[in-house]
């Protein structure tokens, strides 16, 4: 009796690791400002020797928020000033920063849980959907489920495969014909590749209920142009979010390693490079295409490839619009007409005291790296392609994807300002079926 109670002890511990939040106590985020691309360069070619995160985006004349390992702190800082790197230490307390959001986010849970046992969908109350906090994978997917039943004619829910560990990949269409068959010009929009970029996924569920509970106010978003949206391209990693909040990648397992997960932006056939130690945060798979999620994507591009006008894969944050090439230093052959689109976009947002959206290709703004819109844009012959990389959060004046609710409610707002421009744009073009 003795040696099975010790077994079963040593199961509970394992388990209670297993369960464990992870936690980032130590870790440190520095304010780091490059004036060169040489900077960005060099940051970038130590960033996987260093375990660097780029929480925003590094850019010339910009300010970016580097997230630090302890054990590498000091040879982060010493790199710094030896190549003479404006920098400071913006935060040691980005485990509170965490741990505030999940207290916030629990709270609602409870008052959830006293909602009567009836309410089969507690995101919606008799005041409408509320966008008051961060919505789970399963209340996204609980809103779409909704949506199809109530709104037949205009709403249709697809899957679009499963993830590693078995979760669907789902997929919304709408349109006033009542279904999407390619007759009208198609605006593609995704959400949440990267797990942790939850401004990501909210902004494009508001997206969603704009175009469908909201359909009356915003019908010149749907009289010329239909709409395909897949807001959680990663579930797996999402879901993984709420145990590590700063996880990125999705979570199948590396072979070899003890490792989980890939980064599925740097994943899609296009510019594909083995970048980086196989745990690494920025990993690219061992495989062009290898990642289910990947794939699910590249189908959905396909399917629909003749009629989208517009694709826009939606991440967080930076303030830029971004559009091809990245993984390439060369200019689109439609440059500006991209970069017209790109500013009528970004003085969308200005005009409701919005941010400034810098607007210009991946590679030439920031850095040379693949991803989804190259893809589309290259492989499918998607002409408006981009990648938009929304506001930050605000801490302590150091810019992170940790956003309160307020700041979450303004990035809806600004994004859904975008996403009119990139819409009705959309309905203006001819269908060459037509």
Not at 82 to 88: A, K
Not at 116 to 139: H, K, R
Not at 216 to 222: F, I, K, V
Request: charged share 20%; glycine share 6%.
């Amino acid at each position: 009796m003795q040696l099975f109670g010790a077994v079963l002890l040593l199961i509970a511990l394992a388990f209670s690791a297993i369960c464990e939040d992870v936690l980032y106590k130590g870790y440190k985020l520095y304010d780091v400002q490059t004036t060169a691309r040489d900077q960005i360069e060099l940051l970038q070619s130590v960033s996987h020797d260093l375990e660097l995160d780029f929480w925003s985006t590094p850019a010339v004349g910009r300010k970016s928020s580097v997230f630090v390992n302890p054990g590498k702190d000091e040879l982060f800082r010493t790199f710094l000033s030896e190549h003479n790197v404006t920098h400071r230490l913006s935060s040691e307390g980005v485990q509170r920063l965490i741990d505030h959001e999940r207290d916030f986010n629990e709270i609602r849970n409870r008052k959830r849980r006293n909602v009567s046992q009836n309410d089969t969908i507690p995101i919606v109350s008799t005041n409408g959907t509320s966008f008051e906090y961060f919505w789970s994978l399963n209340e996204i997917y609980q809103y779409l489920d909704m949506l199809a039943r109530k709104y037949p004619n205009l709403v249709k829910l697809f899957g679009y495969g499963k993830t590693y560990e078995n979760r669907s990949i789902k997929v919304i269409t709408i349109s006033t014909a009542g279904k999407v068959n390619g007759s009208r010009p198609i605006v593609l929009v995704d959400g949440g590749i990267h797990a942790r970029e939850w401004a990501s996924h909210m902004s494009v569920v508001y997206l969603i209920y704009q175009l469908v509970e909201r359909s009356t106010e915003n019908m010149d978003l749907l009289n010329n142009t239909d709409w395909v949206i897949m807001p959680v391209v990663n579930p797996d990693g999402y879901e993984y979010t709420q145990k590590d909040r700063l996880w990125r990648k999705n979570r199948s397992p590396i072979n070899g390693t003890s490792c989980f997960g890939t980064d599925l932006n740097r994943n899609f056939p296009i510019g594909w490079t083995s970048f980086g130690s196989k745990c690494s945060v920025g990993y690219a798979g061992p495989a062009p295409a290898s990642e289910l999620e990947t794939r699910a994507l590249m189908k959905l591009m396909r399917n629909y490839s003749n009629a989208t006008k517009v694709y826009l894969t939606v991440h967080s944050c930076g303030d830029f619009i971004l559009y091809p090439f990245g993984y390439k230093n060369e200019e689109a052959p439609n440059k500006m007409q991209l970069q017209a689109l790109g500013e009528e976009a970004a003085a969308a947002v200005r005009a409701i005291n919005g941010p400034k959206y810098s607007v210009g290709s991946s590679a030439a703004l920031l850095y040379p790296a693949n991803g989804s819109d190259d893809y589309i844009y290259e492989n499918l012959n998607v002409q408006y392609s981009y990648t938009l990389e929304l506001s930050c959060g605000n801490s302590n004046n150091t810019s992170i994807f940790i956003i309160s609710i307020a700041e979450m409610k303004r990035i809806n707002r600004e994004a859904f300002e975008m996403f009119k421009v990139f819409g009705k744009f959309a309905g203006t073009q001819i269908n060459a079926s037509c």
